[in-house]
């Protein structure tokens, strides 16, 4: 039990600490809870039955089905932040059975910052979301997929890869390409995760859910979208990415990691029509917005350092 102590001061959510089954003696949990934290800790996803009402589903797809193709392989295959456009879709990312469950995983306030809304499946190749979102400290951000319909095998239900979310976050850096800011060299990423899979002895597993199930899965959990071997089917969903309270939160995809130039992302919470103030150990931090990039001023990098870095960044050289 002394690995309590230490492990209280880790700056990692508590279900993806080395000293989880130290702090899972401390709590005080019910049957229903132990079960729930047990499995995300081991596993990197968590499956609830029937969380959101098949009335805000159905409601929530009359409102949107305009908005896409009538065909498979059409575009828009997806519409980003549809939340901004339709009430219901906010509805889905701030149903608060969902908040309470995400409360017991991180013990901090989730903020939803971000929906996707997909007709078809994606036939999305392995991937983490640590590319695309992260945070300081890491691991405090988590998707969650709401199934509108039924998955089955013919209408490319998604896949995942049991416990690879206990991997290193791997970003560009790692496999050698440099931050951009369009998607030139994603596919390289993509061969490299699949790769590492099959490698290491992960096993693909698909899951297929019924219209009203949940899954949240641990950012770093490795997933993707299987084929689409049904014709011209349907599956409606939406998945919402959720930050938490206290943190730094930015894009590794477009940041420069060897020099920790981090491109942080302007956090709206869903929920409340609130911009989120990025913090530093419960230090708030302030941005300065160039356009392509936003940078923090906080206590250790100082307003000199900082403007010289911008200059170097917008106009490709140092200010002297």
């Known amino acids: 039990m002394k690995n309590v102590a230490v492990a209280q001061k880790m700056n990692l959510p508590w279900v993806e600490s080395p000293f989880f089954n130290d702090l899972l003696l401390k709590r005080n949990l019910t049957p229903e809870q132990r079960e729930r934290v047990v499995h995300y800790n081991r596993e990197g996803f968590l499956l609830l039955h029937q969380q959101v009402s098949h009335d805000l589903i159905d409601r929530t797809l009359r409102e949107i089905e305009s908005e896409y193709p009538a065909n498979v392989g059409e575009q828009p295959s997806r519409h980003q932040d549809l939340w901004k456009k339709y009430a219901s879709v906010r509805e889905i990312a701030s149903q608060p059975q969902i908040f309470d469950v995400l409360r017991l995983l991180y013990e901090r306030e989730p903020i939803p910052f971000q929906t996707l809304n997909f007709k078809f499946g994606t036939q999305q190749r392995a991937h983490s979301d640590t590319i695309h979102f992260s945070s300081v400290p890491a691991r405090f951000m988590c998707g969650v997929w709401v199934a509108m319909e039924e998955t089955n095998a013919n209408n490319g239900p998604l896949f995942y890869y049991p416990r690879s979310h206990r991997q290193k976050e791997f970003n560009y850096f790692d496999i050698g390409i440099e931050a951009e800011e369009n998607y030139a060299e994603y596919p390289h990423y993509e061969e490299f995760m699949e790769e590492f899979m099959e490698t290491n002895g992960y096993q693909r597993q698909e899951i297929h859910m019924q219209k009203g199930d949940v899954l949240i899965?641990?950012?770093?959990?490795?997933?993707?979208?299987?084929?689409?071997?049904?014709?011209?089917?349907?599956?409606?969903?939406?998945?919402?990415?959720?930050?938490?309270?206290?943190?730094?939160?930015?894009?590794?995809?477009?940041?420069?990691?060897?020099?920790?130039?981090?491109?942080?992302?302007?956090?709206?919470?869903?929920?409340?029509?609130?911009?989120?103030?990025?913090?530093?150990?419960?230090?708030?931090?302030?941005?300065?917005?160039?356009?392509?990039f936003r940078y923090a001023v906080s206590h250790n990098f100082t307003l000199p350092v900082l403007l010289k870095e911008v200059f170097k960044k917008v106009l490709g050289r140092k200010p002297f």
């Open 217 to 292: 899965w641990s950012s770093n959990l490795v997933h993707g979208g299987m084929p689409i071997k049904g014709g011209n089917v349907t599956r409606w969903s939406q998945v919402t990415h959720y930050y938490f309270e206290g943190c730094m939160y930015y894009s590794p995809r477009f940041s420069d990691m060897f020099a920790n130039n981090l491109n942080l992302r302007h956090v709206v919470n869903i929920a409340t029509g609130k911009v989120i103030q990025h913090s530093e150990n419960g230090r708030p931090i302030e941005t300065i917005n160039t356009g392509k």
